[in-house]
Every structure is written in structure tokens, then in C-alpha cells.
């Protein structure tokens, strides 16, 4: 086995340059074609529904029923939070969900404007959920605030025209860097199996016997060949 120096990669790595970009172009369209043709395509529809205080804040942090008073909590973004976890996981709202679709609520810059967003393989089931949560919220908020209400912003969710998974740019990139470092790993082995002698230095390298001169042989078919 040949020692190999840095500079001595580099050259392995020129000589192979060929096999380098095929690999690596053939993984990266190969990944692209995988993601695009046998991945499931997911979709993403989203509304907006805006937290609103429609009275003063009351005493207490209860009212007569046991709903909370919004009041007690509005000096800080916790209305919107509180909103979230229970607009996420109201049983109300989850009776609308379709199995095999998730969702998500987040609030828009720290705001109390909330964005719903349903995901899953049909777009326009993911539109239809969307809206049904968008519209149910109202209902649900009311059963725990005394003072505060959900209202629809902006427009309905409709139905997505591109799919949001898989991204099939990043899976080509990704086979593209695993096909780079398969290829520079089957070029270095090539380089290192390989015992033959093709210049005086790797004769040098391996028996430490200096090189004085250089023979070329003109009968090798293809042209002269050094010996």
C-alpha cells in the first residue's frame, strides 16, 4: 500500500473526476425521482382567527360560572398561549379532525391573531377541516372565557395547488452530497487497491529507490508509454 499525501488525494481525486460527477449526478436525480414518485404527497391549508377582549377586565380570575375572566390574564401574551392549548386540544375541536390529518395553531408575530393550519393528503380535506375549525372556535373559547371570543380574520382556507412534502430540492441535494462522498470513497479505494508503479515517485515511495531517468515505450498501442 502506497503512503498518500494531501497532495497525492487531490490528484486521485482529478483522475477520477469523471466518476466523481456521474455518481454524484446520478444519486442527486435519483433521490429526486424517489421523493417525487414514492414519497406520499402531503398538503397544508391555513385561516386566521383573531383573539378579541370584548369587555373590561372583571375581579377575580373567575366568574359565577367558572369561566376565566380574560381580564386577569391580558398584560401579557398569555392570552394567546391559553387560547392555543385549548383551541388545540378542545375535544370539540379535535371531533372535527379526519383521521390521518393533523393540525397546528400559532400565534402570528406574538399576537393574538392565531393561524390554524391543517395538514395532510388531500388538499381540499385539509381546506374543509381547516374552515370547520376556523368556524368552531368561536364555540369553544366561549366555554372558557367570560369576556374573550375567537373571531374569523381574513379569508377561508382553500385548497392548496402544490403539495408541502416532500421537498423534493432538498432530497436531490441531499443524494447529490451522498453520491459526492460514495464516489470520493470508491475513488480512494481504486487509488489505494491499486499496486501498480505509474511514476518514478511511487517507485521511490515504496523501495526508496531514486529515479534517474525514464524510458518511453513507442510500441504500446495507443501511444508512447513510460517504462
Not at 159 to 183: C, E, K, V
Not at 185 to 191: P, T, V, W
Request: hydrophobic share 40%; net charge negative.
Amino acid at each position: 500500500m502506497r503512503e498518500m499525501t494531501i497532495s497525492d488525494i487531490l490528484k486521485m481525486l482529478l483522475a477520477h473526476i469523471k466518476l466523481i460527477v456521474i455518481v454524484s449526478i446520478v444519486a442527486a436525480l435519483g433521490a429526486y425521482i424517489y421523493a417525487d414518485n414514492f414519497i406520499p404527497k402531503t398538503y397544508s391549508a391555513s385561516t386566521k382567527i383573531c383573539i378579541k377582549i370584548n369587555s373590561e377586565a372583571q375581579s377575580g380570575d373567575y366568574d359565577d360560572n367558572g369561566k376565566i375572566n380574560s381580564g386577569s390574564i391580558t398584560s401579557s401574551t398569555n392570552l394567546a398561549d391559553n387560547s392555543i392549548i385549548i383551541l388545540t386540544y378542545a375535544e370539540e375541536m379535535l371531533d372535527v379532525i379526519k383521521p390521518g390529518y393533523s393540525h397546528s395553531i400559532k400565534s402570528v408575530n406574538e399576537s393574538n391573531v392565531l393561524n390554524i393550519t391543517v395538514t395532510g393528503g388531500d388538499p381540499v380535506v385539509c381546506a374543509e377541516v381547516a374552515n370547520a375549525m376556523r368556524y368552531k372556535a368561536p364555540d369553544v373559547l366561549s366555554n372558557y372565557y367570560t369576556d374573550a371570543e375567537a373571531i374569523p380574520i381574513g379569508r377561508e382556507a382553500s385548497p392548496p395547488g402544490a403539495h408541502s412534502a416532500p421537498n423534493q430540492t432538498r432530497y436531490a441535494i441531499f443524494g447529490l452530497l451522498g453520491g459526492l462522498i460514495i464516489s470520493i470513497l470508491i475513488a480512494i479505494i481504486i487509488e489505494v487497491i491499486d499496486t501498480t508503479i505509474k511514476s518514478g515517485d511511487d517507485l521511490y515511495k515504496m523501495y526508496d529507490v531514486p529515479v534517474f531517468g525514464e524510458i518511453i515505450d513507442f510500441d504500446t498501442e495507443g501511444g508512447a508509454k513510460k517504462k
